[in-house]
């Protein structure tokens, strides 16, 4: 797996430090450096060769607009992700071709769909490439089950929960367990049609049937040919159908 150089700039520690957190979860996102302000930002990026910035916009003196135009400058410019509590500057963002914009308090969901997006860029020519490489691989995903190990077609899974110690995996009215943890699932899957409905549930979303209302603004999703509803947290709703609808 190809490491990703990533420099986080933001005037505010407590942002550095939630986005470090959050970016530590990602074993290919390497945090080479963080800077306070956009000067430490521009001498870091010069001395450090980053291949993603994380970067505040309201920075006193240099903003990010103003860094992020000067790195423009570097023969290997680094990708930029706009990390800002303000929506204004998205048609900025947007003529600096920025990868994306996050709005601060960070969205884990909308992270996970920016990793994917630098991941995709990284590996060359935006992904052009990966169907050829998928027609040379099976994609299966291994699963032991008492002494054999079963070798799983990511597209039969119809979700895969958090239960203890171990995550379950289930196809029809069967769940294998695994040691392997939700977050290496989802990465694993990440070519695949796979959604976190909730901080303990990864769902196929071709295996959709309905999504029903429940409380508080939280829905429950039907498995086609099951009886199980799953969990959609509210603050993921709106993705969710994003990505269900046409």
Not at 47 to 64: Q, T, Y
Not at 181 to 191: G, M
Not at 224 to 238: D, L, T
Request: net charge negative; with cysteine.
């Amino acid at each position: 797996m190809k490491t990703i150089r990533t420099l986080i700039v933001d005037d505010e520690p407590l942002s550095r430090e939630e986005l470090r957190h959050l970016l530590s979860e990602y074993e290919d996102f390497d945090i080479v450096g963080q800077a306070s302000s956009g000067e430490e930002g521009l001498e870091q990026a010069l001395r450090l060769h980053p291949d993603v910035l994380f970067l505040d916009i309201e920075m006193a003196e240099m903003n990010g607009v103003e860094l992020a135009n000067a790195l423009q400058q570097l023969k290997k410019v680094p990708h930029i992700v706009f990390a800002t509590a303000y929506p204004d500057y998205a048609v900025k963002a947007f003529r600096l071709e920025a990868v994306d914009y996050l709005l601060k308090p960070f969205d884990e969901v909308q992270l996970v769909e920016t990793i994917k997006r630098i991941r995709k860029i990284e590996s060359g020519n935006g992904g052009e490439n990966q169907p050829a490489q998928k027609a040379n691989h099976l994609g299966k995903l291994a699963v032991e089950n008492e002494e054999t190990i079963i070798y799983l077609s990511p597209q039969n899974i119809d979700y895969c929960f958090r239960e203890g110690k171990e995550t379950k995996i289930c196809v029809g009215e069967h769940c294998y367990s695994s040691k392997q943890t939700l977050k290496e699932l989802e990465e694993k899957l990440a070519d695949y049609s796979f959604f976190r409905t909730h901080k303990g549930f990864l769902v196929n979303l071709k295996r959709v049937s309905a999504l029903v209302p429940w409380l508080n603004g939280a829905y429950q999703l039907k498995i086609q040919g099951g009886r199980v509803e799953i969990p959609v947290s509210r603050n993921y709703v709106k993705e969710l159908r994003h990505r269900l609808e046409l």
